[in-house]
């Protein structure tokens, strides 16, 4: 009794070990390869439970998903023999299997290779443009031709290159202090010539305003003399007019006038004849004095 249950644990455990060698899993976001003694049998794209030979064949499984690939910081010289300090990273996706496992196997060894490739196409593409070029708005056509010119070469490993980003392309430190040293000081430059032409406009403006002003105040003074002696005219031809209508009454009408000048001050004092014509008009109303 005893013997049958130990045999019979041990083909239970048989079919244990035999299931679990020959069942295998391959899941919606992988793609497997079956190999005997490291040949490649067969290649499993759909997901599902599959089938193999117990103790002699073995399973291989690569992500199907978009992969991403970060590619250590590279300096690239431009086309203007100016110094780039690129970061950039592809995505890619194993589109054949057994290729990519004949071809590089893992995918360590496939980022190297991409790496390579990447590095490659940088520096032929970048090298091909000025600096200006890679950080304007040039850099997306820039990224399209890297990509292409990466997925080319990368159909050799079973990939498929779908993209290529440049995160950042600077000028080394170093440089980038003295082109912001030389920016500035041009900017500088700039600014004091602006300043300078500024001012010159300024003065020039000034210089017409004061002249023009002159001219203004020079003209408005012509035509107010000339208003005035018209005006000065006018009153004494209208004077003469009604002086010659009456010389009596305007005689005695002005001396009216000089006596009121004359005497207004309480501090006046006048030395004069006593048969002055001034004081004609004390002895009579007519002007003649009394005898």
Known sequence: MRIGLIGLAVVVAL?????????????????????????????????GLNFKLPFVQDVVT???????????????????????????????????????YQSVGTEAVATTRLGNLLNAAMRRVVGSVSLIAVVS????????????????????????????????????????????????????????????????????????ADRERAVILSE???????????????????FAEAFGKDVDFFTFYRSMQAYREALSSSDTTMVLSPDSDFFRYFGSTFGAPER
């Open 220 to 238: 408005a003074r012509r035509d107010a003399e000339i208003k005035r002696g018209e005006g000065d005219a006018e009153a004494v031809r209208i």
């Open 15 to 47: 079919v244990l070990i035999v299931g679990s060698s020959t069942l295998f899993t391959v899941h919606q976001n992988e793609q497997a390869i079956v190999l005997q003694f490291g040949d490649p049998k067969r290649v499993i794209r759909d997901p």
């Open 62 to 100: 690569y992500d199907r998903r978009i992969l991403d690939f970060n590619n250590p910081v590279e300096e690239v010289i431009a086309a203007d023999q100016k110094r780039l300090v690129v970061d950039a990273f592809a995505r890619y996706r194993i589109v054949d299997p057994l290729k990519f």
């Open 137 to 208: 708005g040039e850099r997306a056509a820039l990224m399209t031709r890297i990509r292409d010119l990466v997925n080319a070469e990368a159909q050799q490993f079973g990939v498929n290159v779908i993209d290529v980003r440049i995160r950042r392309a600077d000028l080394p430190a170093e440089n980038s202090e003295a082109i912001y040293h030389r920016m500035q000081t041009e900017r500088e430059r700039e600014a004091r010539e602006t300043r300078a032409e500024g001012e010159e406009q300024s003065l020039k403006i000034r210089a017409d």
